[in-house]
């Protein structure tokens, strides 16, 4: 289930899915997913309501928001080519004046609190059906924050763990160290593939990049 969540507020009730009054809402797509960005702004654009397009990089949806205007709402998925981060969230809120959605099938929830925090409209994961991502769409163009709840209760969860694991909390603790990841398989004994995979599972659950990232995220978040 979702919900829609206002800016400084706690979540609010969830509410089944409405019909637009509204006129028309321009939606852009900013996916470099062909397949998937064109096939969802193909079923939006079927419904009342849509007018949507579809770019692949965060260059394209500038030069599009320059040539015809911003738009009502942007979805835009987190990892895309040249950009790093949540640098294209950056650039798309200020082309567009906001309203600007992470669209994601791979963000964690530490990530996603980072986006809100920055003024991020949401957060949609790709996985949502038609019907949702239809429905979050007119909440964000109405003003609302919308956030799935399973990762709204992960951010306002304050239990400091990031949901990490005791066994990746002991690969950050040999990464603290200094160690290489077949020293880390090493000393925790686990082959040097899976440290990689636990790290990928760290970064992840972090909401960064990298492991120096991940490194600097743990000592701030004093998990170390």
Known sequence: M???VHRGLQMTPERAPTGSTSDTLSVLIVDDHTLLSETLADALNAQPGFAVRTVGTVEAALAEI???GPRDVVLLDYELPGTQGLEGLRQMMA???GRVALF???MGWPMADRALQMGAAGFLPKTQSLKVIAHAIRLIAEGEVYVPSAVLREITRDDGSFGLKPRELRVLACL???MTNKEIGRAVDLDEVIVKSVMRAICRKLGVTNRTEALVMARKQRLL
């Open 176 to 178: 603290n160290e200094g």
């Open 2 to 4: 979702f919900a829609p």
């Open 104 to 106: 994601s099938g791979v």
């Open 66 to 68: 320059a040539e015809h």
């Open 95 to 97: 082309a567009n004046g």
